[in-house]
C-alpha cells in the first residue's frame, strides 16, 4: 500500500570481521568426557551512502575442527569440503527519517538488548553460533531516551498473510539520561500458529536497571510473562473439551560487583537468578497446566552442563565470582 525509493551515492566503504577459537573439555562423571575445539569466523561489508544510507552485510561459517577435513589418509583421495558458509546479516539501515530521530532497520539483522536476559545473538558462551532474525526495526534515539520496535519473522510456511508461521514482535525502550545508567522497559510477544488447530501466544513485560558508580556495578532485571496454548487435548476419554494451557509466571536475574582500581582490575561479584518452573494438574481428569517461564533468546547461561542452549527454567541460582584482567 505504500512504496518508496532512496536514492544515495557512495561514499565509503569499511571491511571487518572477526574471529574466535575455544576449546572446551568437559567431564560428566558417569556420563563420560567430551572435548572439541570450535571456531566461527565472520566478514563484513559495510557501505555508507548519501541521505544517511548504509547498507551492511556479513558471512559467517562455524564449525569444529575435524568437521570438513579434506583428505583421506587410507584412500589419498581429497575432497572438496563442506559448504557451511551462509548469510548472517544483511540489511538496509536508513538513519534520520524525515529529519527527525527515527532510524529504520530492514533485513537479517541481530536484536541484542539489555543484558541478552531474554534476546541476545548467542555469542557469549561455548556452541557460539550465532542468531540473526529476518526483521524490521524502528529506532528513536536522542540524548534522553531510546526506543525500538522490532517485527521479525521466525518461520514461513506460505500459507495465507499471518497464518501457519512462527512470529516476534517486541518494543525496547531505554532511559538514559542519569549518567552511567540505564533503566528499560520492554514488551516481547511470540506468536507461533504453525501446527494446525494449534496456536501459541506468549507475552513477556519486563523491567531491567543496570550502571556502574564509584566501582560499583549492578545490573537487575525482572520480567511477567502470561498467554495460552490453545488446541491442547483434555484428559477426557471420549475426546470432548480442550485443556487450560497457559503462561503465568515470573523471572529474575540479578548482578551486583565491586572493580578494585589497580593492577589486574580485579572484580568480587554475586549472582542471583529465579525462574518459575509453571505448575502441573495432578488431577487424572484433567490436562490443565501453567507452563515454566519461556527464556525465549536468552543468551546467559546459568550452568555449563545444564544450560548451553539458555533454555533452563524451574531455577533458584546463586553465584559468587571473582575476575581479573591480567594485561
Not at 577435513?69 to 558458509?85: C, E, K, M, N, P
Not at 509466571?249 to 593492577?263: I, K, P, R, S
Request: with cysteine; charged share 20%; proline share 2%.
Amino acid at each position: 500500500s505504500m512504496a518508496g525509493v532512496a536514492v544515495a551515492e557512495l561514499q565509503n566503504v569499511e571491511v571487518g570481521g572477526k574471529l574466535k577459537i575455544r576449546g572446551n573439555y568437559y567431564r560428566m562423571d558417569d556420563f563420560g568426557a567430551t572435548s572439541a575445539v570450535e571456531q566461527r569466523t565472520l566478514l563484513n561489508v559495510k557501505a555508507d551512502f548519501t541521505n544517511d544510507v548504509s547498507t551492511f552485510i556479513e558471512f559467517d561459517s562455524y564449525n569444529n575442527w575435524g568437521d570438513g577435513f579434506r583428505s583421506s589418509y587410507l584412500t589419498g583421495i581429497d575432497g572438496r569440503g563442506d559448504a557451511d558458509v551462509d548469510l548472517y546479516q544483511a540489511y538496509i539501515n536508513v538513519k534520520n527519517l524525515w529529519g527527525t530521530p527515527l532510524s529504520l532497520r530492514v533485513g537479517r539483522q541481530e536484536l541484542v538488548f539489555g543484558s541478552e536476559f531474554l534476546l541476545g545473538n548467542n555469542d557469549s558462551n561455548a556452541f557460539f553460533t550465532g542468531l540473526s532474525y529476518d526483521a524490521i526495526r524502528l529506532t528513536f534515539a536522542n540524548d534522553m531516551f531510546k526506543a525500538d520496535a522490532f517485527a521479525a519473522k521466525l518461520a514461513e510456511s506460505f500459507q495465507n498473510f499471518g497464518k501457519g508461521d512462527l512470529d516476534l514482535y517486541g518494543v525496547y525502550g531505554s532511559y538514559i539520561g542519569i549518567e552511567d545508567v540505564t533503566i528499560d522497559a520492554y514488551w516481547l510477544y511470540v506468536q507461533d500458529n504453525r501446527v494446525a488447530g494449534q496456536d501459541i501466544d506468549i507475552h513477556t513485560f519486563g523491567l531491567r536497571g543496570a550502571g556502574t558508580f564509584s566501582g560499583f556495578d549492578f545490573d537487575v532485571e525482572a520480567a511477567y510473562q502470561f498467554g495460552n496454548i490453545d488446541g491442547q487435548p483434555s484428559a477426557c476419554p471420549f475426546g470432548f473439551g480442550e485443556a487450560d494451557v497457559d503462561y503465568d509466571g515470573f523471572a529474575g536475574n540479578a548482578v551486583l560487583g565491586y572493580t578494585f582500581d589497580m593492577a589486574w582490575q580485579p572484580r568480587v561479584f554475586a549472582k542471583f537468578a529465579y525462574i518459575d518452573g509453571g505448575k502441573r494438574d495432578d488431577d487424572c481428569w484433567s490436562n490443565d497446566r501453567t507452563m515454566p517461564f519461556n527464556r525465549l533468546f536468552s543468551d546467559v547461561d546459568y550452568s555449563v552442563f545444564l544450560d548451553n542452549n539458555s533454555n533452563l527454567t524451574n531455577l533458584i541460582y546463586y553465584g559468587l565470582g571473582v575476575q581479573v584482567m591480567p594485561t
